[in-house]
Structure formats: structure tokens, C-alpha cells
């Protein structure tokens, strides 16, 4: 067997400087590696140059003109957020998330009708987030200034999350106001024999009362 | 259960029409949904300003002003790429591609030092891709004008690859050029048992004699 047939891990020479200056930036993108994003670069030079300057475009306005909620930090085109400017909200709850995704993936529920409070991540020591980078004191202010009745953590149940919730419940721990976490089980629909031990251990623990 | 809870297939409502936009361009790349290009912008607003604007000024760089060689129809930055202007690359032999991450492949394998010819696809009347979207009239005259000896067809062994093989030797018939193939069968260091049955059948009927 010819050795030099099995050579997958050779450097790649592009023909071009311009591909491989795309295929470096393209691969930046989390979960996007050089195949990835040479493929992408193929199907851009299938599109006409107008459509590959659209998608540029899109790209450095969005990072260049993005704005961000006076209140809550949530992106938004205007000073307030469509959901802060929403008179018919709930103004005495507040649900703190991580970021952006999360308050469309909690918008998408129907099931939370107050306000929103973006952190802009969690505490993580080890990728160097200190609650200096997150919008901590920002929250402990608006529970101070709003008369806010409940703050609800909707942080991902790791221990990044968790180390913040604390956190955070320390901050506010003085103040008059109800702190709750989303629950954490067994997902809907999931079957009982997928579920991690951890978690149906603590389902266990953290058992409700049944309600018909 | 409450059937509002399980609501997955909801219209996403972007808080920011700069998000929206940024969204459904980097979801038209093949492979990208809303969701992975949403975790894209995320990506995008942890950046710079300036890194974002240089990535998406790669991607309009990089469409714009692509230049193709005027020989073998690979990305190039200059008239003639890297391959075609090397005088020590054998002159006689074309390796027919279907496009640059072929040649990339290629090239890393060590095993072909002759030229290519980048067809920008394959023959696909479902996806609408005719003959003449390819540069197959211009290896017709390749072959012709630069006294070529061998033209190896190095396709995918799909239906389309071998209709755009078909199609290219019959329009090579008269010439007196010899057409070869990439040989198909059980990949180098695959086992057989997870083979599938045609490339296994056909690695049987095309068996090559054994060298020591």
C-alpha cells in the first residue's frame, strides 16, 4: 500500500489568494471548518457578484448599525425594544437571559408576558467572563429602580448558569423581590430511559404535586 | 400537557431587521439553516466591528474580482494559474474536474502531475444544468490544439458524473486522445462489510491483478 495515497492531513495550497483569504474569514464561524467554508466560498462563485455583495453587506451593517435596548440590552432597531415598548407587558417581571436567542426561543413559547433582561452571556472563568462583561449591575439597577416583583432565571441549566444564578441571587439578595429559576425535568415528550441520570435524579428530588 | 408548550414551528420574530437580514442571507449557504445562522450573527456581534467588516469584505472581495485561467478554467489570480504557468507540470495530460475543491484534492494526493480542466459542474437536466453551462466545448478545443495524449475523467460515480463522461467521450471520439477514468472500488483502509452492494459488486467485475 502506497503511503503517500493516505495524505489527508497535507497542508491546502488554494489557487487563489482571494479563496483563501474568504475560506480563513468564512471559517471563523463556529462549527464551520475549511471544508465547510470552501464549500460555501463554491456557492458563492455560483451567485451573481450583486447577490455575494448583499450577503457582505448584511453581514458588516448588521455588526456596524446594531443597537441595543436602553432597558433590557436585547438588539433592537430603535433606543427601547419592541417588547420594552410594549405597553400591554407585564413591567413587574423581569426574565434574565443569556442572549438574544433565548428571548426568541421564550418569545416563541407565548408563555412569558413581562420584561426581558439580556446578560450578553454567563459567568465563565474559564473562557474569561467575569460579571465585569455582563449586564449584571444593569439588573440589580432596573430591580432597584422598576419595582420589579419577580425575576425569573431562564439560564441554561450548567454550571456556568448555575455559578450566575448565584451570583446573582447574592446581588439582589437585600431587595423585595421573588427570584425563580425555570424548571428543570424531564423534557416533554422525551422518554424516561434517554433522560441523563442527573437530571432524572433530580426530577425525583424535585418532584410536584400532581394535578389533574 | 399543555399544547401551547410544544409550539416548534412557530415564525421566528427577529428583534432587529439588521438580525432578520443578516439571518436569511447567511442561511441561503448550502447546509445553513435559521438556526445555524443565527448562531452565526451571535458569533458576529462578539467580533469587532472591524473583523465583521473584514469578513463580509472577503466574501464581496472575493466574488468581484475572482478571476478564472484562461487555460484550464481554475480560480486563479492571474491569467494563467499556478498549475498552467508551471513548466516542470507534464503538458499532455488533462485531469477533467467538476471544480476547485476537485483540484484541491487532487493536488494534495501527489499523484497527478499533469494539468487540469475545471468543468463548473456536471451534467444535470433536473438541476437545469445543460452542456453548455460547462466549459466542455473549450476541452473539446483543448484537446485538439494542444496535442494531448491522455484526458483522465476524474468525476464523482454518480448518474450525473457518468452521463457528463458519456457525454465528453463521444464528443472526443474522432480525436486521437485517450480517455481514462479514476478507478472506482473499496475505499483504501474501508471494510468490506460496510461497502455498499453495487461498489462491492462492481469492484468484483472490474478485479485487478495482484502485484506484489
Same mark, same amino acid.
Given at each position: 500500500?502506497?503511503?503517500?495515497?493516505?495524505?489527508?492531513?497535507?497542508?491546502?495550497?488554494?489557487?487563489?489568494?482571494?479563496?483563501?483569504?474568504?475560506?480563513?474569514?468564512?471559517?471563523?464561524?463556529?462549527?464551520?471548518?475549511?471544508?465547510?467554508? &470552501?464549500?460555501? !466560498?463554491?456557492?458563492?462563485?455560483?451567485?451573481?457578484?450583486? /447577490?455575494?455583495? +448583499?450577503?457582505? #453587506?448584511? =453581514?458588516?451593517?448588521?455588526?456596524?448599525?446594531?443597537?441595543?435596548?436602553?432597558?433590557?440590552?436585547?438588539?433592537?432597531?430603535?433606543?427601547?425594544?419592541?417588547?420594552?415598548?410594549?405597553?400591554?407587558?407585564?413591567?413587574?417581571?423581569?426574565?434574565?437571559?443569556?442572549?438574544?436567542?433565548?428571548?426568541?426561543?421564550?418569545?416563541?413559547?407565548?408563555?412569558?408576558?413581562?420584561?426581558?433582561?439580556? &446578560?450578553?452571556? !454567563?459567568?465563565?472563568?474559564?473562557?474569561?467572563?467575569?460579571? /465585569?462583561?455582563? +449586564?449584571?449591575? #444593569?439588573? =440589580?439597577?432596573?430591580?432597584?429602580?422598576?419595582?420589579?416583583?419577580?425575576?425569573?432565571?431562564?439560564?441554561?441549566?450548567?454550571?456556568?448558569?448555575?455559578?450566575?444564578?448565584?451570583?446573582?441571587?447574592?446581588?439582589?439578595?437585600?431587595?423585595?423581590?421573588?427570584?425563580?429559576?425555570?424548571?428543570?425535568?424531564?423534557?416533554?415528550?422525551?422518554?424516561?430511559?434517554?433522560?441523563?441520570?442527573?437530571? &432524572?435524579?433530580?426530577?425525583?428530588?424535585?418532584?410536584?404535586?400532581?394535578?389533574?
Amino acid at each position: 500500500m502506497n503511503l503517500d495515497l493516505v495524505n489527508t492531513f497535507a497542508a491546502v495550497n488554494y489557487p487563489s489568494s482571494l479563496i483563501e483569504e474568504a475560506v480563513n474569514e468564512l471559517s471563523k464561524f463556529p462549527g464551520v471548518g475549511k471544508k465547510s467554508a &470552501l464549500r460555501m !466560498v463554491l456557492f458563492l462563485l455560483k451567485q451573481t457578484p450583486s /447577490d455575494a455583495r +448583499k450577503l457582505g #453587506e448584511a =453581514v458588516i451593517n448588521m455588526r456596524e448599525k446594531i443597537n441595543y435596548c436602553k432597558r433590557c440590552y436585547n438588539v433592537s432597531d430603535y433606543d427601547l425594544c419592541n417588547i420594552c415598548a410594549n405597553p400591554k407587558r407585564n413591567l413587574q417581571t423581569i426574565c434574565v437571559v443569556e442572549d438574544l436567542r433565548d428571548v426568541i426561543a421564550i418569545e416563541n413559547t407565548n408563555q412569558h408576558n413581562g420584561m426581558y433582561h439580556v &446578560l450578553g452571556g !454567563v459567568i465563565s472563568p474559564m473562557n474569561g467572563i467575569g460579571p /465585569d462583561e455582563l +449586564k449584571i449591575d #444593569e439588573l =440589580v439597577m432596573r430591580v432597584k429602580a422598576e419595582e420589579i416583583s419577580e425575576v425569573i432565571m431562564a439560564l441554561s441549566p450548567t454550571p456556568e448558569g448555575d455559578t450566575t444564578i448565584y451570583y446573582l441571587s447574592k446581588k439582589m439578595a437585600g431587595l423585595d423581590v421573588k427570584i425563580s429559576t425555570i424548571s428543570r425535568g424531564i423534557a416533554i415528550g422525551g422518554e424516561l430511559e434517554y433522560a441523563d441520570e442527573i437530571t &432524572l435524579g433530580r426530577s425525583i428530588v424535585t418532584r410536584i404535586p400532581y394535578q389533574m
